[in-house]
């Protein structure tokens, strides 16, 4: 769910204004899910770009006590979520968190590093959402190794896969987004970023990514 539909629409303007978003249809990007795909979402970028990053940071952070109440902590998702959820933290003066996507296979084999007391209400931060299983992994992990109480996820920008939406309602998660795939492409199109048909391929792909065909 998005956050606010104005704020949405500039934040697609913003990740597009410092090219956050490429397009490459003739050789698509191959994502860790296995999925191809025409285009890829780089939040990490954001940390570059002081304005833009304290925009990200502030948007995601005041909503968070209203939604959730009060966290004992935050969590940030490795690896493109731990610049930005420790700036989150820091801005909320909150301990902060980073979750692994498996154990360390060295030293004291942690999958989340940081100070977190057991029973802690955590919420989770995540720069990008696609299918969904990185941020729920995190999640688990938080639950089970340390025994938080997660109250919802906030992030950047979802592709709003209906598996990332099942996943999330089957584990009863509120998350929580700035922007979505359908703003960004309204707002990439509306700005001669994609033209007609790059525009009708991303909503191709999006209708099916796991089976596309480029």
């Given amino acids: 769910m998005i956050l606010d539909e ?26 860790a899910s296995g999925i191809k795909s025409p285009i890829y979402c780089d939040n990490r970028i ?20 209203t939604l959730f109440g009060k966290p004992d902590a935050i969590a940030g998702v490795a690896t493109g979520a731990i610049g930005i959820g420790a700036i989150i933290a820091d801005y909320l003066g909150l301990p902060f968190v980073y979750v692994r996507p498996e154990p360390k296979k060295h030293g004291r084999q942690n999958q989340i ?15 990008l959402i696609s299918t969904g299983k990185s941020s729920m992994n995190a999640v688990k992990a938080l639950k089970d190794e340390g025994q938080a109480h ?18 999330f ?15 960004l492409l309204k707002k990439a199109y509306n ?6 048909t790059e525009f009708e391929l991303l909503k ?11």
């Fill in 191 to 196: 700005t001669n970023y994609l033209n007609e």
């Fill in 46 to 65: 954001v940390l570059s770009y002081p304005t833009i990053r304290n925009y990200i940071v502030s948007e995601l952070a005041k909503p968070i006590e």
């Fill in 6 to 31: 104005n704020k949405a629409y500039k934040t697609a303007e913003l990740l597009l204004q410092i090219n956050a978003i490429k397009l490459n249809p003739q050789k698509p990007f191959t994502w």
């Fill in 169 to 183: 309602k089957d584990e009863y998660l509120d998350v929580y987004t700035l922007s979505n795939y359908k703003i």
């Fill in 150 to 167: 997660v109250k919802g996820m906030m992030a950047i920008f979802t592709y709003g896969f209906e598996e990332s939406e099942t996943l």
């Fill in 204 to 214: 191709t792909w999006r209708k099916d990514p796991a089976n596309w065909k480029h």
């Fill in 113 to 127: 590093e940081g100070k977190l007391n057991p029973h802690a209400n955590v919420v989770v931060i995540e720069d």
